[in-house]
T-cell receptor, first 114, second 115 residues
Framework: RKEVEQDPGPFNVPEGATVAFNCTYS??????FFWYRQDCRKEPKLLMS???SGNEDGRFTAQLNRASQYISLLIRDSKLSDSATYLC???????????????FGKGTMLLVSP | DAGVIQSPRHEVTEMGQEVTLRCKPI?????LFWYRQTMMRGLELLIY????????DSGMPEDRFSAKMPNASFSTLKIQPSEPRDSAVYFC?????????????FGQGTRLTVV
C-alpha cells in the first residue's frame, strides 16, 4: 500500500466551479499535513498547511480526518490560474532515524478551462 | 533570501558518465532533502541531512548514487556511472527543523537526461 495516495486526475473543470481533492495516508502516526502546488515544469510550493480543526485561506479550504486518515482540499470559484498539480504531503517519524520527513503523494492535476 | 539554488538547471550526459548535482540551501535551514521526480513514480525522497549529517539514505536507489553535505551551505548528489533510467528531475529542498518539520522550500530542480 502506498504511503500517500491521491486520485491522479486530471480534473477538468470550468472557471467558477468548485473542485475537491482527496488524499489518504497509511501511517496512523503521521504528524503534519500539507498541500503543495506544482506548476508544469516548476518546483513544488507550499499552498497551505492542514490543521486538525480544518483551515481556510481565501478560496481554499483544507480538512483533516485523523480517524479515517484522510485529507481534503476544496477550491471554490476556480480560476484559470489554479491549473496545476496539487500534491498531498504527510510527515511522520521514520523508524530507523527517529526524524520526520516529508512524504509526497503523486499529485492530482487540475485543468481549469474558460 | 535567494531561496534554494540548484545547478545545473539542465544536464544531458552520456551513459556511463559521472554527473554531479549541486544545491545551496536557504541560510539558517538545518534540514536538506534530495528528491527525484518522474512521471511514473512521482516525488521520491532519496536522502536527507540534518545539521549536515546524513540521517536516512534508504531512498538512494543503489550504490551508483552518493550525496554529501560538507557544510551548512552546500550539498552534492553524484551519480557514477549514470544510466538512462536515471533520467528525471532532481530537486533539492531545505527546511528548518525545530519541534518538528516546518515547510520545505524547493529549488528549481535539475532536469537530467542520460542518453
Amino acid at each position: 500500500r502506498k504511503e500517500v495516495e491521491q486520485d491522479p486526475g486530471p480534473f477538468n473543470v470550468p472557471e467558477g466551479a468548485t473542485v475537491a481533492f482527496n488524499c489518504t495516508y497509511s501511517n496512523s502516526a503521521s504528524q503534519s499535513f500539507f498541500w503543495y502546488r506544482q506548476d508544469c515544469r516548476k518546483e513544488p510550493k507550499l499552498l497551505m498547511s492542514v490543521y486538525s480543526s480544518g483551515n481556510e485561506d481565501g478560496r481554499f479550504t483544507a480538512q483533516l480526518n485523523r480517524a479515517s486518515q484522510y485529507i481534503s482540499l476544496l477550491i471554490r470559484d476556480s480560476k484559470l490560474s489554479d491549473s496545476a498539480t496539487y500534491l498531498c504531503v504527510v510527515t511522520y517519524l521514520t523508524m530507523n532515524s527517529g526524524y520526520s520527513t516529508l512524504t509526497f503523494g503523486k499529485g492530482t492535476m487540475l485543468l481549469v478551462s474558460p | 533570501d535567494a531561496g534554494v539554488i540548484q545547478s545545473p538547471r539542465h544536464e544531458v550526459t552520456e551513459m556511463g558518465q559521472e554527473v554531479t548535482l549541486r544545491c545551496k540551501p536557504i541560510s539558517g535551514h538545518n534540514s536538506l532533502f534530495w528528491y527525484r521526480q518522474t512521471m511514473m513514480r512521482g516525488l521520491e525522497l532519496l536522502i536527507y541531512f540534518n545539521n549536515n549529517v546524513p540521517i536516512d539514505d534508504s531512498g538512494m536507489p543503489e550504490d551508483r548514487f552518493s550525496a554529501k553535505m560538507p557544510n551548512a551551505s552546500f550539498s552534492t548528489l553524484k551519480i557514477q556511472p549514470s544510466e538512462p533510467r536515471d533520467s528525471a528531475v532532481y530537486f533539492c529542498a531545505s527546511s528548518r527543523r525545530s519541534m518538528g518539520l516546518t515547510e520545505a522550500f524547493f529549488g528549481q530542480g535539475t532536469r537530467l537526461t542520460v542518453v
